[in-house]
């Protein structure tokens, strides 16, 4: 009797096994051109619906299912909360490393990472960077001030007013180029947003502002034609040196550096002149970023490259991207890991710098 029980308890175990086999194949069996094949994807946005980086990956989406070998599936799913520290961590920590995830991140997630904030329990150099997008920025002055070009900061008298959203936000670059700079400026935080800010330069009450890429085309650039501001400089793109380079939208506005050496003779050096270009890079030239666990299997790591690869090198993808690409061309391959090292390497000196920065100045205190 026992030993028909024993027969009967291992035939159902191997019903069982039989009935649960991947039909795929084995995990020896796959490769990059069938590890997707009748899967589901998901790409974890940590932030609510409808902002630049939702939509961005929304963009993405189609592109990496038609692209990746087997036609998967690709969802966008929102983890909005903690500023979005809460949906990175849950990438990170909850969801599995199996290839079927992946992570988008802007300079909201990359701040608080090279700051580190408490809350943060992510490394993002534990993640597998699949591509990355730039935006860029320029900062212009109300033409009461007197200032005609970024050369006049040098006998800047007068207090320029910036008003802005937070210390350890996007504000932070433009911060910090005020410190390379040596300007003297009041910077009023606490803006619901760029577009608060913009309305606050246009009312008077700030005299020195910024705007990224899209809205500085659609609402700064019309206030230039009519005398109403006047740009300084475009806070410029980090390139696989790591020097400071012209932004290619921007192509007729001087960065930061050239400023700098209009009003010094030389280049700028430094701590503020090095945080300032680390900030660049993780803030803009790396703005916006699709990851993968590190540690996912290899297969999963080579399909996400080589679609990554063929969408970006597709002009129709170029075409129907200019809206949120914003003219930009996105970075793949050894190229964006070379940014990926630049901008999450940097010295722990540096980054205390920043953050003494932001206490004394800002009171800013990063637990």
Same mark, same amino acid.
């Given at each position: 009797?026992?030993?028909?029980?024993?027969?009967?308890?291992?035939?159902?175990?191997?019903?069982?096994?039989?009935?649960?086999?991947?039909?795929?194949?084995?995990?020896?069996?796959?490769?990059?051109?069938?590890?997707?094949?009748?899967?589901?994807? $998901? /790409?974890?946005?940590?932030?609510?619906?409808?902002?630049?980086?939702?939509?961005?990956?929304?963009?993405?989406?189609?592109?990496?299912?038609?692209?990746?070998?087997?036609?998967?599936?690709?969802?966008?799913?929102?983890?909005?909360?903690?500023?979005?520290?809460?949906?990175?961590?849950?990438?990170?920590?909850?969801?599995?490393?199996?290839?079927? #995830?992946?992570?988008? %991140?802007?300079? %909201?997630?990359?701040?608080?990472?090279?700051?580190?904030?408490?809350?943060?329990?992510?490394?993002?150099?534990?993640?597998?960077?699949?591509?990355?997008?730039?935006?860029?920025?320029?900062?212009?002055?109300? =033409?009461?001030?007197?200032?005609? +070009?970024?050369?006049?900061?040098?006998?800047?008298?007068?207090?320029?007013?910036?008003?802005?959203? &937070?210390?350890?936000?996007?504000?932070?670059?433009?911060?910090?180029?005020?410190?390379?700079?040596?300007?003297?400026?009041? %910077?009023?935080?606490?803006?619901?947003?760029?577009?608060?800010?913009?309305? *606050?330069?246009?009312?008077?009450?700030?005299?020195?502002?910024?705007?990224?890429?899209? &809205?500085?085309?659609?609402?700064?650039?019309?206030?230039?034609?009519?005398?109403?501001?006047? =740009?300084?400089?475009?806070?410029?793109?980090?390139?696989?040196?790591? !020097?400071?380079?012209?932004?290619?939208?921007?192509?007729?506005?001087? +960065?930061?550096?050239?400023?700098?050496?209009?009003?010094?003779?030389?280049?700028?050096?430094?701590?503020?002149?090095?945080?300032? #270009?680390?900030?660049?890079?993780?803030?803009?030239?790396?703005?916006?970023?699709?990851?993968?666990?590190?540690?996912?299997?290899?297969?999963? /790591? !080579?399909?996400?490259?080589?679609?990554?690869?063929?969408? *970006?090198?597709?002009?129709?993808?170029?075409?129907?991207?200019?809206?949120?690409?914003?003219?930009?061309?996105?970075?793949?391959?050894?190229?964006?890991?070379?940014?990926?090292?630049?901008?999450? @390497?940097?010295? =722990?000196?540096?980054? @205390?710098?920043?953050?003494?920065?932001?206490? $004394?100045?800002?009171?800013?205190?990063?637990?």
């Amino acid at each position: 009797m026992k030993k028909m029980i024993v027969g009967c308890a291992f035939a159902l175990v191997s019903l069982l096994a039989a009935c649960n086999t991947d039909t795929s194949g084995s995990a020896e069996d796959l490769t990059k051109d069938n590890f997707y094949e009748g899967k589901d994807t $998901e /790409i974890i946005v940590p932030f609510g619906a409808g902002g630049g980086t939702d939509l961005f990956a929304r963009f993405l989406a189609p592109y990496f299912s038609e692209n990746i070998s087997g036609n998967p599936s690709v969802q966008v799913v929102n983890i909005p909360g903690g500023q979005t520290i809460t949906g990175t961590n849950e990438f990170f920590y909850m969801s599995e490393h199996d290839g079927h #995830k992946l992570l988008t %991140s802007s300079a %909201s997630v990359h701040t608080p990472y090279l700051l580190g904030q408490s809350a943060v329990k992510y490394d993002l150099r534990d993640l597998e960077p699949i591509i990355g997008a730039p935006t860029g920025a320029v900062v212009y002055v109300s =033409p009461q001030t007197g200032i005609e +070009t970024g050369a006049d900061l040098g006998e800047q008298e007068e207090e320029l007013v910036f008003a802005g959203i &937070s210390a350890t936000g996007l504000d932070l670059v433009t911060l910090l180029s005020f410190e390379v700079l040596d300007l003297d400026v009041k %910077s009023i935080l606490g803006y619901e947003g760029r577009g608060p800010a913009r309305v *606050a330069f246009e009312q008077g009450e700030s005299t020195i502002d910024f705007q990224t890429t899209s &809205s500085y085309i659609q609402n700064i650039e019309p206030l230039i034609e009519n005398n109403e501001a006047i =740009p300084l400089y475009s806070l410029g793109q980090i390139n696989e040196d790591g !020097d400071l380079v012209r932004d290619p939208v921007f192509e007729d506005i001087p +960065t930061v550096e050239e400023v700098y050496i209009e009003i010094h003779g030389e280049a700028p050096s430094g701590e503020a002149w090095e945080a300032y #270009k680390a900030f660049v890079n993780s803030s803009y030239t790396i703005q916006k970023l699709i990851w993968t666990h590190g540690d996912a299997p290899q297969p999963a /790591i !080579d399909a996400l490259h080589e679609a990554a690869e063929q969408f *970006a090198n597709d002009p129709q993808f170029t075409e129907h991207g200019q809206e949120v690409l914003e003219n930009y061309e996105p970075y793949t391959g050894e190229t964006l890991q070379t940014m990926i090292d630049n901008a999450f @390497n940097t010295s =722990p000196e540096i980054l @205390n710098w920043v953050r003494k920065l932001l206490e $004394e100045k800002y009171e800013v205190t990063i637990d």
